[in-house]
């Protein structure tokens, strides 16, 4: 095979260039931080069930009308996607208190918010992702006004759509980040969509009978083993058989290799709005 190249080496994840023009092949590895990297391991079979869990998200997302990066699964750890403009920015969505927000604010975990709670943060692991409000995006230009009503405005769909999705299977949505990029179109257009991933490794899911944790939380504070949790998610989902595919820290490559993989057939339909900075946007 030629020699791919690398656009971009993350914790989680390797960007190479795609094999056409506007395209991204994106490759989920089997690392697993926490702590901006300060806790590092690599586990047998994570970057397979992150891929498969986000590209089947991903595509009922794109169902509902939310523009997403994804285009199809390649094999079992790697997924076309379109080249975006990342945003420099995580969009947290919190419908119950858990993580950095009860050592923020005292709030004891669990807690049922009110209402769903979004914070953004800067992208930026030197500075360990800093909350920030919507003053400083203006002020630094990370996204202009329209460009951030857009994002809200698809964020509260996508938590509503994954609250509901998810409690049909017998999980709770605790919170999920979400990254946002742009694509340009030929006259000048600039869409909105949905990029990077929507796997357990940020999305907190709780059993809703037992409370179990089954997200990276299992890692972050060991909580008992990770692949166990992402497992049973991906099996409550239907993407993979009921007895894995990952056992004894081993992943069966045959068996992952002959699951079906998933095709994002709206890709090429997709309706995107216009958000043109610096113009009010038509409804």
């Known amino acids: ?28 590895k089997d690392d697993a931080t926490a702590g901006n990297g300060a806790k590092h ?5 994570k970057g397979v069930l992150n891929n498969r869990i986000s590209a089947h998200l991903m595509t009922k997302l794109e169902g509902i009308g939310i523009p997403t990066h994804f285009i199809r699964s390649i094999n079992m750890r790697e997924q076309l996607v379109r080249e975006v403009e990342i945003i420099p920015l995580e969009v947290v969505v919190r419908n119950i208190a858990a993580g950095s927000l009860c050592k923020r604010l005292g709030v004891e975990e669990g807690t049922i918010l009110q209402r769903p709670l979004v ?5 930026k692991d030197e500075l360990n992702d800093p909350m920030v409000s919507e003053d400083h995006i203006m002020t630094f230009g990370w996204a202009d006004p329209y460009e951030l009503e857009e994002i809200v405005a698809m964020a509260w769909r996508v938590n509503d759509y994954l609250n509901g999705l998810f409690s049909g299977i017998g999980l709770r949505l605790v919170d999920f980040k979400l990254e946002f990029g742009r ?6 257009e600039l869409y909105i969509v949905l990029a990077d991933e929507l796997s357990p490794d940020n999305c907190r899911l709780w059993d809703a009978k037992t409370g179990e944790k089954l997200d990276k939380d299992r890692f972050r504070f060991d909580l008992g083993d990770l692949i166990e949790g992402y497992q049973y998610i991906a099996q409550r989902l239907g993407l ?4 894995g595919i990952v056992k004894g820290g081993s992943i069966n490559e045959q068996l992952a290799e002959k699951l ?24």
């Not at 914070?119 to 992208?123: I, V």
């Not at 709206?266 to 038509?282: Q, Y």
């Open 240 to 243: 993979i058989p009921e007895g």
């Open 1 to 28: 095979m030629p020699r791919r190249k690398m656009i971009y080496d993350g914790k989680a994840k390797t960007l190479y260039k795609g094999p056409e023009p506007g395209t991204v092949i994106q490759y989920f």
């Open 183 to 188: 694509i340009y179109g030929e006259h000048g």
């Open 41 to 45: 391991d690599v586990i047998a079979g």
């Open 119 to 123: 914070e953004y943060y800067y992208k």
């Open 260 to 283: 079906e993989l998933i095709e994002n057939e709206l890709a090429e339909k997709r309706r995107m709005r216009d958000v043109k900075p610096g113009k009010p946007r038509k409804a």
